[in-house]
Structures are given as structure tokens and as C-alpha cells.
């Protein structure tokens, strides 16, 4: 079974630039949800995708969007870039059936913006 | 607004010894709560969660006490190992409504030799 993974990463970006970052939905799972984890505090909640579609966001303004693709895959893109986007960036899948619960973390991008 | 509320913020205990993170939710909405284990520069791992159906969950050292009507809910580790030095995460979800999780800030366990 392959678990979650990530990509790039580490990334450094300008204030201002846009980044996309990337996930692969651990085998079976047809749900992808993306955190955003600021240093020395707990992930946050950014939005979840399930069937390419959005199912709930969080408090993050629109220049946070997302795709997921046909294979369960998931791009998370940042436009206008903030010096507060700094974080590591988490991904994570589960396989929603009924009231699905499992989440399974992806290791993490780390985005540095100076 | 914290949704999931932490404590303590960091933990030093003896090798041997017990190791007890407390959470505390408001949302009377919540009907699932996991704990994640994250060691630097990884994703937080699953380690054990609990639905309010029970008041006690035990997956070998680690234990999950739950008290439904004080909104509160605790991790338990026994007989702490060095390995067991990591950052420890509660949380808290709703099932009807996507699924998000609501992460508590973190206990960083230190365990001593």
C-alpha cells in the first residue's frame, strides 16, 4: 500500500509569487484534505476535495485554492504569496464512506517566503 | 477561536514513567476524536482515536480517556519510551460536515532515559 506523498519538498518563493504544490492520495482513498501548519502550532484546515469537487474550507482567504484530479490526486495553489504563508503544508487522505474519518498526513511541504 | 484547547505545552518524563496530554472541546458537535504522534520534519501519524460512544480506548501503551460531559479527553502513555519523544496532537471532527479536523497546539514529550 502506498502511503501519502508530497511534492516539492522544501520551496522558497518571493512575496508576491504564486506556488503550486502536490499530492498523491494514499491507495483506495478518494478524499484529499489540505492543512497548513505554522511552526510550533497545529495544522489548520484549508479546504477538502472529495470526487474533484470542494467539501469545506476553512478560514483561509480565496487566493488559497485547490484541484483534485480523476486519480485522486490534489494541487493546492497559493496566489500573492504573504510572508505569514511560510509554513509547512500538509496534505491528507481518507477514503469517505459514510461518515469516514481516518486521515492519513503526507510528510509535508515545507514553503519558505521571503 | 481554538476549537481544541491542549495542555500541557511541553512534557519532560522518566523513562518507565507515564506520560498524560489532556485536550477539552466546545463543540458538543464532535463526534470523533484521533491523536497524531509527529516527529520533526514528518506529517503527523494516527496513533489512536476515540468516538464518544466510549469512555476508554487502549491500543497497546497508548490509551484514550474520554469524558463526554466535561467536553474532555486524554491521551495516555505507559511505560514511556525515549521513542516516544515526539510533538503529540489532539483533535476533534464532525462527521456530517466534511470532515475537518480541529488540531489542538501540541505537547512536545521529552522522555528521559
Known amino acids: 500500500e502506498t502511503g501519502v506523498t508530497q511534492s516539492p519538498t522544501h520551496l522558497i518563493k518571493t512575496r508576491g509569487q504564486q506556488v503550486t504544490l502536490r499530492c498523491s492520495s494514499q491507495?483506495?482513498?478518494?478524499?484529499v484534505s489540505w492543512y497548513q501548519q505554522a511552526l510550533g502550532q497545529g495544522p489548520q484546515f484549508i479546504f477538502q476535495?472529495?470526487?474533484?469537487?470542494?467539501?469545506g474550507r476553512g478560514n483561509f482567504p480565496p487566493r488559497f485554492s485547490g484541484l483534485q484530479f480523476p486519480n485522486y490526486s490534489s494541487e493546492l495553489n497559493v496566489n500573492a504569496l504573504e510572508l505569514d504563508d511560510s509554513a509547512l503544508y500538509l496534505c491528507?487522505?481518507?477514503?469517505?464512506?459514510?461518515?469516514?474519518?481516518?486521515?492519513?498526513f503526507g510528510p509535508g511541504t515545507r514553503l519558505t517566503v521571503t | 477561536q481554538q476549537q481544541v484547547k491542549q495542555s500541557p505545552q511541553s512534557l519532560i518524563v522518566q523513562k518507565g514513567g507515564i506520560s498524560i496530554i489532556n485536550c477539552a472541546y466546545e463543540?458538543?458537535?464532535?463526534?470523533?476524536f484521533p491523536w497524531y504522534q509527529q516527529f520533526p520534519g514528518k506529517g503527523p501519524a494516527l496513533l489512536i482515536a476515540?468516538?464518544?460512544?466510549?469512555s476508554e480506548k487502549k491500543e497497546g501503551r497508548f490509551t484514550i480517556s474520554f469524558n463526554k460531559s466535561a467536553k474532555q479527553f486524554s491521551l495516555h502513555i505507559m511505560d514511556s519510551q525515549p521513542g516516544d519523544s515526539a510533538t503529540y496532537f489532539c483533535?476533534?471532527?464532525?462527521?456530517?460536515?466534511?470532515?475537518?479536523?480541529?488540531f489542538g497546539t501540541g505537547t512536545s514529550l521529552t522522555v528521559i532515559p
Open positions: 491528507a487522505s481518507s477514503y469517505r464512506t459514510g461518515l469516514a474519518y481516518e486521515q492519513y
Open positions: 491507495s483506495g482513498h478518494n478524499t
Open positions: 476535495y472529495y470526487r474533484e469537487e470542494e467539501n
Open positions: 463543540n458538543t458537535a464532535f463526534d470523533y
Open positions: 476515540i468516538r464518544p460512544d466510549v
Open positions: 483533535a476533534a471532527a464532525r462527521g456530517n460536515t466534511g470532515n475537518q479536523f480541529y
